[in-house]
């Protein structure tokens, strides 16, 4: 373990440790954070209020829309000189989610990322591969970090050019991989297509980004033999290492010294008892940066408190199901229906029907648009509406960062809906 | 002189030329030309109709994306090299055939050639001046 002390406490002692934090939070994000001395103020609360963890649901929920209308910088907690590093998620309509890290956020993030890894089975004689993309994505530099703290290697590889991911993978000799469920899968399957599989010293999968299901999990072990495990974190609560699974794989285990995590039905307001399945609800209870007070994750999962079998006592959160609302991720990005909608109808040579269809092929996940030729102009030549694709494809990816396979319907091909209409099909599930 | 094409977006699953050839069927209007390219999602299908006009109305209101081309078309005697000769013509002078297709009527001792280039304008003048019959959709 990476931090036992935390890691094995009794649960009296951490709910100790997280009330004592969370009502520092509390008052340090009502002083220094305009949209939560709005919050507060708006229904008469003040962090002297907080005197219980039962309390913590007197506080107002933070939605993907709070941070986006304080884009870029209006949640921060710290002068922008305490800022040492910016990350952002993709957003809606370009724009994105900002976090914002102090260098006590970063040291606490990695001692997160540390700690997953170890539980994962990780040591500092590893080698980490690290395919997730580096730059403004959480997934790379956070994990990076981690990797360095627990004292292992790390190849920064980021993404892209799988055959030679596969060669240095070989050539470096790496024993840990991380990457996206999807990316892991395709690298394995890629590698067992080059005949090389045999040559990888693999043991460890450390997946994240987008969820993963057992089979897929089964899937990898058989094709690598190594054992894969996941882990769960979002750009608003600063990136990977909320939670993470241990060598028992029976949920992931929540760092809960930094994170209090709660279910809630959204509908009834209601936090929801241990065992029951709802929308997770995050709160930061160390990050000086961007400090969050019960974030809405969208994401679907129930909790359990029972001592796990490898040791440790934090709560457990299973595997998330499924999300609260339409955002589809994919290969551990996250679009939005309407993004896609926004570049279609932004382009007056096509039809306004469109359809988005997702699947997994080998393993990775693939995004469709169809979408209606409206204008009869393009078709005086082939190499026109070749170009029309060309160009859908094209603004899509500016949007999305993604690559869409486009494909031109007739007019009237889709299915028109009575009411409301079902534009994505997620074949995935 | 050019001969009026109607073009259709249609995407390459069954079906599909059935609809659009039914539709003009049933409607009694018959094809002089029809071409289609293999292609790979989706193609254009060019033909011309007796009545050309008529086959648009009612293609547009069976919803289809149809448009409207203008062709050069050509006449030339049914023998061989005779069509190498119109292309040689666009080819010296650096005029890009987009695409081309012919036709043999059974009456007749002459090929049909129905091309589309990127300069329609100079592809007519040399062809005059070179005596070659243009095709005007009448004729056809």
């Not at chain 1, 790379?140 to 980021?158: D, M, N, Q, R, W």
């Not at chain 1, 929801?272 to 930061?284: A, C, F, H, R, S």
Request: proline letters at 3%; glycine letters at 8%.
């Amino acid at each position: 373990m990476f931090s036992p002390e935390i890691e094995t406490a009794k649960r009296e002692e951490i709910r100790a440790l997280q009330l004592e934090r969370l009502k520092k939070i509390v008052a340090y994000a009502y002083e220094r954070v305009p949209m939560y001395r709005q919050k507060f103020d708006a229904i008469g609360l003040k962090p002297e209020h907080i005197r219980t963890l039962d309390d913590v649901r007197h506080i107002p929920f933070t939605t993907k829309d709070d941070l986006r209308e304080h884009y870029p910088f209006g949640m921060f907690a710290v002068p922008m000189k305490k800022i040492i590093r910016l990350h952002a998620s993709s957003g809606t309509t370009g724009k994105p989610v900002v976090n914002g890290y102090t260098r006590k956020d970063l040291d606490d993030w990695s001692t997160c990322i540390a700690r997953i890894l170890t539980m994962a089975g990780a040591t500092d004689e590893d080698i980490f591969h690290v395919a997730f993309g580096y730059g403004l994505f959480t997934g790379g530099f956070g994990l990076h970090y981690g990797i360095e703290k627990l004292g292992a290697t790390v190849v920064p590889v980021s993404s892209g050019n799988t055959e030679r991911q596969i060669m240095l993978l070989k050539d470096f000799g790496a024993t840990a991989l991380i990457a996206t469920p999807s990316y892991a899968m395709y690298l394995a399957e890629t590698a067992k297509k080059m005949g090389v599989l045999n040559d990888l010293k693999i043991r460890l999968v450390c997946m994240g980004a987008e969820a993963s299901t057992a089979e897929m999990h089964e899937a990898l072990h058989q094709l690598l033999g190594a054992f894969p495990t996941e882990n769960y974190g979002l750009t608003e609560v600063g990136g990977p290492g909320v939670a993470g699974e241990c060598r028992e794989k029976a949920g992931m285990h929540i760092n809960e010294d930094m994170f209090y995590a709660e279910i809630v039905n959204i509908e009834q307001n209601r936090v929801l008892p241990e065992g029951e399945k709802g929308e997770m609800v995050i709160t930061t209870l160390t990050k000086e940066g961007m400090p969050v007070l019960r974030y809405r994750t969208k994401d679907i999962t129930s909790l359990t408190y029972a001592p796990c079998k490898c040791g440790r006592t934090t709560a457990r959160m299973s595997r998330v199901v499924g999300r609260t609302d339409d955002m589809l991720i994919i290969r551990g990005v996250n679009v939005f229906p309407s993004q896609i909608e926004s570049v279609l109808m932004a382009m007056p040579e096509l039809g306004k029907m469109y359809e988005i269809v997702v699947d997994r092929k080998n393993y990775m996940d693939i995004l469709e648009v169809h979408v209606e030729v409206g204008d009869a102009n393009l078709l005086t030549d082939y190499s026109k509406l070749e170009a029309l694709v060309e160009k859908i494809r094209h603004n899509l990816r500016v949007v999305l960062q993604l690559d869409v396979k486009v494909k031109l319907v007739e007019p009237f091909s889709i299915r028109r809906a009575e009411g409301k209409v079902k534009r994505v099909t997620d074949l995935r599930k | 002189m050019l001969v009026k094409q109607l073009s259709v977006f249609m995407e390459n699953r069954p079906g599909r030329l059935y609809k659009l050839t039914h539709a003009l069927g049933k409607e009694g209007i018959d094809f002089v030309t029809l071409s289609i390219a293999d292609t790979k999602d989706f193609g254009i299908v060019r033909f011309i109709a007796r009545d050309n006009e008529r086959a648009y109305t009612i293609l547009k209101n069976e919803g289809f994306t149809v448009g409207i081309t203008e062709l050069i078309g050509v006449e030339v005697a049914d023998r061989p090299n005779a069509l190498a000769e119109v292309v040689q013509l666009m080819e010296e002078s650096s005029i890009n055939i987009e695409y081309l297709y012919s036709f043999v009527l059974t009456n007749h001792n002459t090929a049909k050639i129905l091309m589309r280039v990127n300069e329609t304008e100079r592809a007519l003048r040399l062809l005059e001046e070179k005596g070659i019959k243009l095709l005007s959709e009448k004729i056809l």
